[in-house]
């Protein structure tokens, strides 16, 4: 939040007509411009990710002089810090200059600007001494030897703010503000208090983790829904998953980046938006993913592989799949079959083949579900194609047939298996009640799909399901049928 008496105060002076110099990557950009060049280098050719690195022995601008050259910026959606750039354009608006200081290649520097005409020069620092602000204050210094205004937020921006004469803070930590503060210099502030727990719980998905429950299912339908140590093995299945899944978000969000900065509503996460920087994404998922296999090790081999069949699988998914209509949502049925696959085998139960099969079937048509909202959502936005996907506007029809016809055969899946299976078992007390399922079931995926239709879905059906009190009714018809199949009446 900004200042406004620090701000006033540097109003009130001379200094608040004197140049303005701004860092790009400190105080312009809420994402790193070396990050994000990385990032497209593994996302385009990952067979060049070796030259990257020998770059990397060579400088920072040598990175970026390297990638610029090969291909051209695609920056135009990076996030930018908007209340800063604002307080930017209205102060160039003034007759105020306005300089970009950047020890990044000037290429990179140029495309920024290209945004930002109001911004009337660069300068680029040798990376080689700016990483104490050294060299930014020596050219600063020559180029303006009667003063200027310097914007940063890190610890080597301290060295160019001795020879400012005004400062002003964009998202600094405390311990760079009260060293600025202390200098006696006008100060404006508009550094903004960073939820970083709250940034990094919805970089995790939690509400996702929801879909991860179906690992239960087998531990209930099996028999065993006495047994505590099957339960157990359960819950610990469940967290290695949960883990697991949130380190495949991050990286899908990595990796579907420049796509979801188009999304009117993925751009809001947090990597798209900037408030989770790369290197932390990508730090956080390894945490995640050690954490998720480190657990399940626990629970024996076999839970441990199908554990990383689930990565390859959704990682396939992520690279190479998600781009292929009708293959991208069998997929996605699959990875929960697979997740029914590991409540089996931490659970130690036998199941009947019909119950994979409906499963695939059921999670079929809420995948298509998502699917067909988002296709709708194509024609509402004046959009033709949906980027990183192989879908288009016209593919509305197809989706809602698909989609249909699944959430059908999984009705008729669920009453072969009740009369192959289930009521042949001795785990019911009262079977009978079992019928209850199906049609509850056809009225669960009906509400889906009408919502869907009319365009009221949100993008995940299970999300939607988790806050639509009909769908939460409905399920919890199911889960009371099947209570009293279990124990009986009376």
Request: hydrophobic residues 50%; contains cysteine; aromatic residues 10%.
């Amino acid at each position: 939040m900004q200042n406004v008496t620090d701000e006033l105060d540097l109003q009130a002076t001379d200094e608040s007509q004197m140049p303005l110099a701004i860092d790009l990557d400190h105080a312009v950009l809420k994402t790193r411009a070396l990050d994000e060049m990385c990032l497209e280098v593994v996302r385009s050719k990952p067979a060049l990710l070796w030259k990257l690195l020998a770059k990397f022995f060579e400088g920072r601008a040598a990175v970026t002089g390297w990638f610029s050259s090969r291909r051209p910026l695609n920056a135009k959606d990076w996030p930018v810090k908007e209340a800063f750039v604002a307080y930017v354009k209205s102060q160039a608006a003034t007759g105020r200059e306005i300089v970009l200081v950047t020890s990044a290649h000037r290429s990179v520097a140029e495309v920024i600007v290209s945004r930002f005409p109001f911004i009337s020069e660069i300068i680029v620092c040798d990376e080689t001494s700016s990483q104490d602000g050294q060299e930014k204050a020596r050219l600063l210094r020559s180029r303006f030897p009667d003063g200027f205004v310097f914007a940063g937020s890190k610890q080597e921006d301290l060295a160019v703010w001795r020879e400012s004469v005004g400062g002003i803070l964009v998202d600094a930590n405390e311990k760079v503000a009260k060293r600025l503060r202390g200098s006696g210099k006008p100060v404006t502030d508009f550094s903004r208090p960073q939820n970083t727990i709250a940034t990094l719980l919805l970089s995790l998905r939690p509400h996702q983790w929801a879909k991860n429950a179906i690992i239960f299912v087998p531990l209930i339908l099996g028999g065993k829904a006495g047994d505590l140590t099957a339960w157990w093995q359960a819950l610990i299945g469940f967290f290695a998953l949960s883990l697991t899944a949130s380190a495949t978000y991050i990286v899908n969000d990595l990796w579907d980046l420049p796509n979801d900065r188009k999304h009117w509503s993925k751009r809001l996460r947090s990597i798209a938006s900037g408030n989770l920087s790369i290197r932390g994404a990508v730090l956080l998922a390894v945490f995640l993913l050690a954490s998720g296999f480190g657990l399940v090790s626990t629970s024996g081999f076999e839970p441990f592989v199908v554990l990383l069949a689930y990565l390859v699988l959704t990682l396939s998914y992520t690279f190479v799949w998600k781009r292929l209509p009708i293959v991208d949502v069998v997929v996605l049925a699959s990875l929960f079959t697979v997740r029914l696959l590991l409540g089996i085998v931490l659970t130690d139960v036998l199941l009947s083949p019909w119950l994979l099969v409906f499963s695939m079937f059921v999670f079929l048509s809420l995948s298509v579900a998502k699917r067909h909202t988002e296709v709708l959502r194509l024609a509402q936005h004046g959009i033709e194609r949906l980027p990183g996907r192989g879908y288009m506007a016209a593919d509305a029809p197809l989706t809602l047939s698909i989609g249909l016809a699944s959430a059908h055969g999984a009705v008729l899946i669920m009453i072969v298996y009740l009369i192959e299976d289930a009521f042949s078992r001795d785990s019911y007390a009262s079977p009978i009640y079992l019928w209850a399922i199906p049609l509850f079931l056809f009225l669960f995926l009906g509400r889906i799909w009408l919502v869907s239709h009319r365009g009221e879905l949100h993008d995940d059906p299970v999300a939607f399901a988790l806050s639509d009190r009909a769908s939460l009714l409905l399920g919890f018809c199911m889960g009371v049928s099947l209570l009293i199949a279990l124990i009986g009446l009376g």
